[in-house]
């Protein structure tokens, strides 16, 4: 039989002969027992550790398998998530479409029938006159009698005032709009020019003045 020619082992009756580079080594066959069982101890902790070894990979392996699975399936409903939501956002955006163009058309419909209120208000501001005259009787001031008015009465826009005259006491009426009587307030003023007033916010044009001689209420009233 061949053998390697750095090491060999020869049998010579219950001993063993082991060739080395420098000649043979006599070893009996309990030494070459023990040998045999060292390498066999060596050989099952080698596959021992092997088999450990491919365990922990397959473990490895098997855990990388199952998180693989969770991120697909991770994968799988965050895609659905997204079309889900995708879908819902189209149909949101659609939905606030419509409601715009609603919106649109009523904003338009409130300008038109707003704009109709306008053009029939002034008319009617027309209707009462381009021109009015009121009058406001100014009240007396502190230290003045009352016996000095010269105001008669007043009744449905007109006053009468007592005129002296070459045959005694005489009355003149006179005709306004409307005729506000020592007993008015500004309220009431301001409530009787309120549509005016109105008109000048709608774009019309509208003149208010007072007249009278001096401390009448000219200012005050305005």
Known sequence: AKTTPRDMHVSHGNKFLMKSPVGYTKMNEKDANMMKKECFQKNCVSNEESKCQLLKQQTIFDQQQKDLLELKNTLHTTKAGMQ????KFHEEFHNLGLRIHGLARAAS???RVLEENRKLYNQVQDLKGSIRVYCWVRPFLSGQPNYLSSVDHIEDG???????????????????NKVFGLSS???EVF???QP??????????????AYGQT???KTFTM
Not at 84 to 87: I, L, S, Y
Not at 161 to 176: L, Y
């Open 158 to 176: 007109i006053i009468t005032i007592n005129t002296p005259s070459k045959h005694g006491k005489g009355c003149r009426s006179f005709n306004f």
């Open 215 to 217: 401390g009448s209420g």
């Open 196 to 209: 005016l007033i109105r008109s000048v916010l709608d774009g019309y044009n509208v003149c208010i003045f």
């Open 185 to 187: 307030t500004q309220v």
């Open 109 to 111: 419909g409130y300008h």
């Open 84 to 87: 889900f939501m995708q879908m």
């Open 191 to 193: 409530s009787d020019m």
